[in-house]
């Protein structure tokens, strides 16, 4: 630890970095104070109410096995929602007294209703910060300073993001989730080679990484599972034997984490084998992505789809471009891409689970990555002048006209 603080500065790049994150979290608190709670936010914080309480109303994880019904999308969702609500009351206690009881909704009643909704929706707000603070951290190691503020200046004004950031939703938690385990799983491949002692740490922080992400979402958590298997067996030739190991331990460490979220319950394995068919994937609101791009974000679609489109034919028609760190974001966004399309996530009446909204930091990195190589390419010029009015008129218009 002491040895990490050491090597990190503060200059240039982690100030524009944080300015960056300051804009994204502005977005959201701005979206946060402009939009009431949503009915589906409402039951959220019933449920997670009633959970974290162990009332009547809370589905019974420690009494009786667990029906299919009443196993949550996502535990952590109302776990970290739980938390919010605890320091709501508290929040409450100390500067309006006890709040008086809404029996018709279940909730109490906000004396402040903007503080409220900032204090429930605020943990999101943050999990937004930090997945964009590790988007950051692996794209300019990665390509450089210039391919992480390119990667980061998409994330931050990006319409779903702000969206995701300032609701309550298990999508922006998911896509932390998500990111971590395959970044880390990555690390974890290359420290196969090192002396064994140095493995621990890092297959701590993978096993945590999953817990997050199988707690945050079922269908997420198999699909860094899928993702980190296959790129920890491309990695780790010659070390296959060890890097299964390394990936069933850190697993094992995620049914922890997860058994941990259920409240330990000797029924949550059981129950957990019948509801998994599900995984989450029927829910009646429509989906963020296909919400936000209807209302807000025609102008955003358009460039970043030409981004990406431009990269793609970059990294086949360029072979300085096929290298492993851009084609790994490529490769887990297609992936989710078509596991968005197969679960229904892109459509209308889609499902709660959105694989489109997870690959986005993948997106991001794989165009940052992309444009750190068209800017030491001979035309850096024209890519210079073409991106920079790209992402201004992406910046703009996300600032006036995001949710």
Known sequence: MTAFLKQFEI??????????????????????????????????????????????????????????????????????VGLAYAGWNWFELHTAGAPDELSSS????????????????????????????????VARRLFGNPGGYIALA????????????????????????????????????????????????????????????????FLSGFAGAVIAFAFMMYLAVGRCRAAIAVLAISLGIAALFLWACYGFS???????????????WTHPEIS?????????????????????????????????????????????????GGLAWLTGGTRAN???SNPMLWALPFVFLFVGGMSADWLESRRRRPALIALSVLLSVYAVVAVFSSP
């Open 350 to 352: 889609p499902t709660l």
């Open 106 to 137: 279940g909730i109490k009643t906000p004396t402040n209703s903007k503080a409220f909704d900032f204090i429930l929706r605020c943990p999101f707000a943050l999990f937004g910060v930090w997945l964009g603070g590790a988007l950051w951290w």
């Open 266 to 280: 000797l029924h949550t394995w059981r129950s957990l084998a019948f509801g998994i068919g599900k995984l989450g």
């Open 288 to 336: 963020l992505w296909v919400e936000v791009t209807a209302r807000f974000a025609v102008i955003n679609a358009l460039i970043l789809v030409f981004l990406v489109i431009a990269s793609i034919y970059t990294i086949f028609a360029w072979p300085r471009a096929r290298y492993f760190g851009n084609s790994a974001p490529w490769i887990v966004f297609a992936s989710l």
């Open 11 to 80: 200059g240039r790049p982690q100030i524009i970095a944080a300015c960056l994150l300051l804009a994204l979290f502005l977005q959201a608190m701005r979206a946060i104070y402009r939009a009431d709670l949503s009915a589906d936010e409402i039951q959220i914080i019933r449920d997670s109410i009633a959970l974290n309480s162990h009332s009547p109303a809370a589905p019974a994880f420690s009494s009786r096995p667990l029906q299919p019904s009443d196993i949550p999308d996502s535990i952590l969702l109302y776990r970290v």
């Open 154 to 217: 998409l994330f931050c004004f990006s319409p779903w993001v702000i969206a995701m950031s300032s609701r309550i939703n298990a999508e922006i938690v998911a896509a932390w989730g998500l990111f971590g385990v395959v970044y880390t799983a990555i690390g974890v491949a290359h420290t196969l080679y090192a002396p064994p002692r140095s493995w621990p740490p890092r297959v701590l922080l993978l096993g945590a990484a999953f817990g997050f992400t199988f707690s945050a979402h």
